[in-house]
């Protein structure tokens, strides 16, 4: 194959990568075709069932070797926080609730099921702390 024909390949590859949930797998394969296209251009004799060998085991060498890594790095980089976790947030009571009732509280504008999860009674129009969210039901706590 020629050198030009791996790097169109490892394109494809990354373009792979962008499209699939990621998991960083075919982005390893992508790189190793960077690798024999490089090789192809140096030697360009370099017969074609090396270069597929060299593929195969550049792609599974690297992909054990540094997708962890890449993994645990991009971790640590994200938030450790919920994007939009509801906890915490302060929610308003739309009707009287008594401990371990149900009733429904207002929250960023919407009307939730809410049971009060604490040992105080909730009055109406009294503005409440999410304490737990289970499906759509807020667990709301009296301030």
Do not use: H
């Not at 790095?73 to 609730?97: M, N, Q, Y």
């Amino acid at each position: 194959m020629y050198w030009w024909m791996w790097v169109i390949f490892r394109l494809l590859l990354l373009a792979g990568e962008l499209l699939t949930p990621g998991g960083f797998y075919v982005l390893f394969f992508g790189v190793a075709g960077v690798c024999v296209g490089l090789v192809t251009r140096l030697f360009p004799a370099f017969p074609a069932v090396g270069q597929w060998l060299l593929f195969s085991v550049l792609a599974v060498a690297s992909l054990l070797v540094f997708r962890r890594p890449l993994l645990e790095w991009f971790r640590r980089r994200s938030p450790s926080k919920e994007v939009d976790s509801l906890v915490g947030e302060t929610a308003e009571a739309l009707e009287d609730i008594a401990p371990g009732q149900t009733g429904r509280a207002e929250l960023r504008g919407a009307a939730w099921k809410a049971e009060n999860a604490g040992a105080v009674p909730i009055a109406c129009r009294q503005r409440c702390r999410v304490v737990r969210v289970e499906g759509l039901t807020l667990f709301i706590e009296g301030r």
